[in-house]
């Protein structure tokens, strides 16, 4: 069987200086899985690499958040070279944690091990949320969780506007809760 897939022309593209935010394609899937597959990029987010077919249902439920919330992740990608360097965006999880956040729009980013250090997290961070403060208004509550031992997300979150409010536990690890407010944060 042929798949026929959807386009994602539906999706906004967001463009900063070095990178294109783009609707995940298809075609995105084999660096999708090499991503989520690194341990060195899973090592504060879950720390256990996903096999391809937990990234193929990563990659579904990814792309579905557009077709269901109006929000989602992009693929990130360098505009220099084209090359694949990550997603970035907003999800709705429905995580059993305390305290909640279900309703939330949870703010993410993961980037290839080949980009980190370079400042594309916090560049690809503040154009998602510009486009959350226009579509959302700009006083949209955003959160995010962030491993205590990832002084680098917590850096870029920090940059962003981000601020801790609680400290909880997530899949038996602890996690910090981050949230911003408003474009004034």
């Known amino acids: 069987m042929n798949p026929r897939p959807q386009s994602s022309d539906s999706i ?6 070095r990178l294109l935010l783009r609707g995940f394609e298809l075609g995105d899937f084999d660096d999708h899985a090499a991503l989520w597959a690194d341990p060195d990029v899973v090592r504060h987010i879950s720390g256990k690499v996903s096999s391809r077919e937990e990234s193929w249902n990563r990659f579904l439920r990814t792309c579905g958040h557009w077709s269901f919330m109006g929000f989602g992740y992009w693929a990130l990608i360098e505009k220099e070279t084209g090359r694949f360097a990550g997603q970035v965006g907003l999800g709705d999880f429905k995580r059993d944690i305390e305290p909640s956040i279900e309703g939330t729009p949870e703010m993410g980013w993961v980037l290839a091990t080949w980009c980190h250090g370079r400042g594309y997290a916090t560049e690809a961070v503040q154009a998602a949320l510009r486009w959350v403060e226009t579509h959302f208004g700009p006083d949209c509550r955003t959160v995010c969780l962030i491993d205590p031992e990832n002084p680098a997300s917590i ?20 996690t910090i809760l981050l949230e911003r407010c408003s474009a004034r944060s």
């Not at 906004?12 to 200086?17: A, H, K, R």
């Open 12 to 17: 906004p593209v967001v463009e900063t200086d």
């Open 155 to 174: 850096r870029v979150a920090e940059k962003c506007g981000y601020r801790e409010y609680f400290r909880t536990s997530y899949h038996g690890g602890p």
